[in-house]
């Protein structure tokens, strides 16, 4: 059978952060509840295009699914097991929030078969979290964390992010070392991104906050890297750090062209050579009729967009994606994928990254070193193949 995995979004939040863009917003019980209803009908319905399929990971990220009682969540997890092959050793994530993630919801999603939570920390820093717009502070999430470890999850994540504004080389090492010394199995790093329309962006240029200088960025950047050696957890992608044997499948299935199906509000897919995008305003996404078979692409009722990965695009996804991991591209499973060698393709602009020290090249597989990943969208840019050359096909 051939491998797929499941994505479901929850839109919901309890009040929304001052630097986030996501499909996430406060809703009515009434709301939450129709909404879960048309999610369960879309995973009823979309059965049918995966009865060759066997399901190797879920993922219920948001939003804030702990935000929303967790009866709603085994409704979702019914639903799929009723309808999907699910692997046995399948991973099956939820993402929390300290706030919410209650022991009883906690107990619950343990109940159900998930098996690796992602706690959205941040910061261990009360002041951070305060500029954040996050409505817990460090105290919260140690109940949560201590509670999830007491009932018996073993693969927990945590969320940070660096680059808060007031935030310094040294809140960061303390943020780090404090959530290292826990001993955690997986850790996201992910820096912040000022969006346009955020409150953080609307502070920023009113000068009532300052983003950290770059000098220390850089800093903090080598914090991470000392930090995280320290305790062994080892960088297996851009922003991702895990203990052996702790590594996230779902994302390392993204990461690795397996194709996957979205469920929920602005979800994305990616199956049978075409990425799609499922409605991303809430009214269109509650008044669709999943109640007739469906195919992948009737655009027109399910989706806002379609877009057909042709041969070139599918090569420059996949060197994006598996660039994002240490281990890289290997040069026989591209071979196996396109049916193209990989060193005749990109072989001078590999050559001048490597004498650069910011590609390296084990016997099979090519990959970016710790400062080629921290230039990554640089060397990318020069790698990635043209629409208009396709020739060299
Ligand atoms: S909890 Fe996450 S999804 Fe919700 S508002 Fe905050 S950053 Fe956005």
Request: hydrophobic share 35%.
């Given at each position: 059978?051939?491998?797929?995995?499941?994505y479901i979004h929850i839109p919901f939040c309890e009040k929304k952060c001052n630097y986030c863009d996501f499909v996430s917003f406060h809703s009515s019980y009434d709301v939450i509840d129709k909404y879960i209803k048309k999610l369960i009908t879309e995973i009823e319905y979309k059965k049918y295009l995966l009865t060759n399929y066997e399901v190797?990971?879920?993922?219920?990220?948001?939003?804030?699914?702990?935000?929303?009682?967790?009866?709603?969540?085994?409704?979702?997890?019914?639903?799929?097991?009723?309808?999907?092959?699910?692997?046995?050793?399948?991973?099956?994530?939820?993402?929390?929030?300290?706030?919410?993630?209650?022991?009883?919801?906690?107990?619950?999603?343990?109940?159900?078969?998930?098996?690796?939570?992602?706690?959205?920390?941040?910061?261990?820093?009360?002041?951070?979290?305060?500029?954040?717009?996050?409505?817990?502070?460090?105290?919260?999430?140690?109940?949560?964390?201590?509670?999830?470890?007491?009932?018996?999850?073993?693969?927990?994540?945590?969320?940070?992010?660096?680059?808060?504004?007031?935030?310094?080389?040294?809140?960061?090492?303390?943020?780090?070392?404090?959530?290292?010394?826990?001993?955690?199995?997986?850790?996201?790093?992910?820096?912040?991104?000022?969006?346009?329309?955020?409150?953080?962006?609307?502070?920023?240029?009113?000068?009532?906050?300052?983003?950290?200088?770059?000098?220390?960025?850089?800093?903090?950047?080598?914090?991470?890297?000392?930090?995280?050696?320290?305790?062994?957890?080892?960088?297996?992608?851009?922003?991702?750090?895990?203990?052996?044997?702790?590594?996230?499948?779902?994302?390392?299935?993204?990461?690795?062209?397996?194709?996957?199906?979205?469920?929920?509000?602005?979800?994305?897919?990616?199956?049978?050579?075409?990425?799609?995008?499922?409605?991303?305003?809430?009214?269109?996404?509650?008044?669709?009729?999943?109640?007739?078979?469906?195919?992948?692409?009737?655009?027109?009722?399910?989706?806002?967009?379609?877009?057909?990965?042709?041969?070139?695009?599918?090569?420059?996804?996949?060197?994006?994606?598996?660039?994002?991991?240490?281990?890289?591209?290997?040069?026989?499973?591209?071979?196996?994928?396109?049916?193209?060698?990989?060193?005749?393709?990109?072989g001078t602009a590999l050559k001048i990254y490597q004498g650069m020290s910011l590609i390296n090249k084990t016997q099979d597989n090519y990959y970016f070193t710790y400062d080629g990943l921290n230039v990554s969208n640089k060397i990318l840019s020069d790698l990635l193949l043209k629409e208009n050359e396709p020739n060299i096909l």
């Open positions: 059978m051939k491998k797929v995995e499941l190797t990971s879920i993922y219920i990220g948001g939003g804030t699914p702990s935000f929303i009682e967790s009866k709603y969540i085994s409704y979702i997890m019914e639903s799929i097991y009723n309808n999907y092959n699910v692997a046995k050793d399948s991973e099956i994530s939820i993402e929390v929030n300290p706030n919410s993630a209650s022991m009883n919801k906690l107990k619950n999603y343990y109940d159900l078969g998930i098996n690796r939570l992602s706690i959205g920390l941040q910061s261990a820093n009360d002041m951070e979290l305060k500029i954040l717009g996050r409505i817990h502070n460090y105290n919260d999430f140690l109940v949560s964390y201590n509670n999830a470890i007491h009932i018996g999850f073993k693969n927990i994540n945590i969320d940070l992010i660096n680059g808060i504004p007031t935030q310094t080389p040294t809140s960061y090492k303390k943020t780090l070392k404090q959530i290292l010394m826990l001993n955690i199995k997986h850790l996201s790093i992910y820096n912040l991104i000022v969006e346009n329309n955020t409150p953080m962006k609307t502070m920023l240029d009113n000068n009532e906050l300052q983003l950290p200088l770059e000098t220390d960025l850089l800093k903090i950047d080598d914090i991470t890297k000392e930090l995280t050696t320290h305790y062994h957890l080892m960088r297996y992608e851009i922003s991702n750090y895990a203990k052996t044997g702790f590594e996230c499948k779902h994302n390392l299935g993204y990461w690795s062209d397996v194709p996957y199906i979205g469920f929920g509000l602005n979800s994305s897919s990616y199956f049978e050579n075409k990425r799609l995008k499922n409605k991303s305003i809430l009214n269109n996404y509650l008044n669709l009729d999943y109640s007739k078979y469906i195919t992948i692409d009737d655009k027109s009722i399910y989706y806002d967009e379609i877009i057909v990965i042709d041969k070139i695009a599918h090569i420059n996804d996949y060197i994006i994606t598996g660039f994002r991991k240490t281990s890289g591209i290997n040069i026989h499973d591209f071979y196996d994928t396109f049916n193209l060698d990989f060193e005749k393709l990109f």
